[in-house]
């Protein structure tokens, strides 16, 4: 089955930096890669997505990037804000209504002003 | 973007009793929803996949007499947490997949704080 792995765990960064977290998966038939941001003590919020026949997605300061053949895929957030401050997971999986999906571990994101 | 709506948003309850969970999609039918377990500072764990008019798929190590799924309709799924024990106490999410969604975003509901004194 799938394995998502995600790093790192935490990454604390200045007001205004950019933050990358990475996610390797295991499992080539997975065809759908979203992000995902938790505040806490709530749902986690579908930030952005990318598919498989997609080399790089961006929308406004967040973009994800995908490479197929080594099987990783990354956030980019850039300039950052003290609101970006969240834990974000990484999910992999096929496409379609009844496919689960495979979070990875989280990502702990600590934007200091 | 689509709503996945859960409630209640927190419970608390006394050891012995059940405590159910509605999970509903708002603009869209979901023939299949998942429902996910969070302990403070990990990941999501998958325990169940709720089918529509069928049985529930319960991960490995999941009990399925105890946490009871049903989903009754194409926008509705509960999770009932059956004699609950201190042990449940836990943080309870559901997802449903937006099949008019190209890939088919996963939407999560506000997620339930259950707490079993």
């Known amino acids: 089955g799938e394995n998502v792995e995600q790093h790192p765990s935490t990454l604390s960064v200045q007001e205004g930096d950019s933050a990358v977290i990475k996610c390797t998966y295991s499992?080539?038939?997975?065809?759908?890669f979203p992000w995902y941001k938790q505040e806490l003590g709530k749902g986690p919020q579908l930030i952005i997505d990318?598919?498989?026949?997609?080399g790089e997605k961006k929308d406004q300061r967040i973009a994800v990037t995908l490479n197929k053949t080594a099987k990783h895929f990354s956030l980019h957030i850039t300039e950052t804000q003290p609101e970006d401050s969240a834990v974000y997971f990484c999910?992999?999986?096929?496409?379609?209504?009844?496919?689960?999906?495979?979070f990875g571990k989280g990502t702990k994101l600590s934007v200091k002003p | 973007g689509a709503v996945v709506s859960q409630h209640p948003s927190r419970v608390i309850c006394k050891s012995g009793t059940s405590v159910k969970i509605e999970c509903r999609s708002l603009?869209?039918?979901?023939?299949?929803m998942f429902w996910y377990r969070q302990f403070p500072k990990q990941s999501l764990m998958l325990m169940a996949t709720?089918?529509?008019?069928?049985?529930?798929?319960?991960e490995q190590g999941v009990e399925k007499d105890k946490f009871l799924i049903n989903h009754a309709s194409l926008t509705l799924s509960t999770l009932t947490v059956t004699s609950a024990h201190p042990e449940d106490s836990s943080f309870y999410i559901c997802?449903?997949?937006?099949?008019?969604?190209?890939?088919?975003?996963?939407?999560f509901g506000q997620g339930t704080r259950l707490t079993v004194v």
């Open positions: 997802s449903a997949r937006d099949p008019g969604q190209g890939y088919s975003e996963a939407f």
């Open positions: 709720s089918n529509e008019g069928s049985k529930a798929t319960y």
């Open positions: 499992d080539s038939a997975s065809n759908y």
């Open positions: 990318i598919r498989s026949n997609v």
């Open positions: 999910a992999a999986g096929a496409g379609g209504s009844q496919g689960n999906l495979i």
């Open positions: 603009d869209f039918q979901a023939t299949t």
